[in-house]
């Protein structure tokens, strides 16, 4: 089970490989429009990773295990570095 602070950092990583999605498929854009779609898209996913901040800046949490918690956050992050979106 994840914490609060995880599935934050979870919405964080996810729009981050977003807008990073977006903003590599803008220099490939063949078209005004096409682009203009892109890069509002991109700017989306930098909103949201906002949000996600802000919660995670507001939340005090009390962590019981360090290290496990510690360990569970950087097997979440291996896995969600290998998909643009998971």
């Given at each position: 089970?994840?914490?609060?602070?995880?599935?934050?950092?979870?919405?964080?990583?996810?729009?981050?490989?977003g807008?990073?999605?977006?903003?590599?498929?803008?220099?490939?854009?063949?078209?005004?429009?096409?682009?203009?779609?892109?890069?509002?898209?991109?700017?989306?996913?930098?909103?949201?990773?906002?949000?996600?901040?802000?919660?995670?800046?507001?939340?005090?949490?009390?962590?019981?295990?360090?290290?496990?918690?510690e360990?569970?956050?950087?097997?979440?992050?291996?896995?969600?570095?290998?998909?643009?979106?998971?």
């Amino acid at each position: 089970m994840f914490s609060l602070a995880e599935v934050y950092e979870l919405g964080i990583r996810i729009e981050r490989n977003g807008e990073k999605f977006y903003r590599d498929a803008l220099k490939q854009a063949w078209s005004k429009p096409l682009a203009d779609m892109l890069n509002r898209l991109a700017e989306e996913e930098v909103k949201h990773v906002d949000f996600f901040v802000k919660r995670m800046d507001g939340l005090k949490q009390k962590r019981e295990n360090p290290f496990l918690d510690e360990m569970g956050t950087s097997m979440l992050k291996d896995i969600l570095e290998t998909r643009p979106f998971p």
